[in-house]
C-alpha cells in the first residue's frame, strides 16, 4: 500500500508544480488550469491517505441504545444531512433526524432521547470531487458499500 500512496503523492505534487508553472508563467490568466491542478492534488493526497490506510476510511453510523450498528445510511435530505432507516432489503423503512444543537453533549442526549447514538465504522472507500459548482468543489471520502454494510468495522459505536 506505501508504494501506491507514495505514487499517488507524487502524482499530487506534480499537480501543484503544474499549478505553481501556470501562475509564473501567465499570472491569473491560467486560472482554471491552475484550480484543476489544485483540486487533482487534493483528490491524490485522499487516494493516498486512503491507500495508506488499506483502503478503508472512517464515516459516521448510526447506533442503538444497546451499542448495536443500525442499518441505516446517512443521506442529504431537504433540511441537511438525515438517517434513512432501512429494512431487510435494504429499502426505506423510517427516518432519523439527527440534533442539530451546537453542544456535544446535548447533541448525544438528544440523539439518545429519539433511541440513536451516532458513532463511527471503517469502511473500504475511495476518493472523489464533489460539490456543487467551481467554489465548492472538493476531494471526498465515499463509500464504496453505498451507505451500509453490517461487516463494517466499528471504531466507536456512539456510547
Aim: hydrophobic share 40%.
Amino acid at each position: 500500500m506505501t508504494a501506491d500512496a507514495d505514487k499517488l503523492r507524487a502524482e499530487a505534487a506534480r499537480h501543484e508544480a503544474d499549478a505553481y508553472e501556470s501562475f509564473q508563467s501567465c499570472d491569473n490568466d491560467g486560472f482554471l488550469s491552475q484550480w484543476a491542478s489544485g483540486k487533482m492534488a487534493g483528490l491524490r493526497r485522499l487516494e493516498a491517505d486512503i491507500a495508506e490506510a488499506g483502503g478503508v476510511w472512517e464515516f459516521p453510523a448510526l447506533f442503538d441504545l444497546d451499542g448495536n450498528l443500525v442499518p441505516a445510511k446517512e443521506v442529504e435530505g431537504r433540511y441537511g444531512l438525515s438517517w434513512m432507516l432501512l429494512n431487510e432489503h435494504g429499502r426505506c423503512a423510517g427516518w432519523f433526524n439527527p440534533s442539530k444543537a451546537r453542544s456535544p453533549e446535548v447533541r448525544r442526549r438528544n440523539n439518545a432521547a429519539k433511541g440513536y447514538y451516532i458513532g463511527s465504522v471503517r469502511v473500504p472507500a475511495d476518493a472523489d470531487l464533489e460539490g456543487g459548482n467551481a467554489f465548492s468543489v472538493r476531494a471526498v471520502a465515499l463509500r464504496k458499500d453505498n451507505g451500509w454494510s453490517p461487516d463494517a468495522v466499528i471504531v466507536d459505536n456512539g456510547q
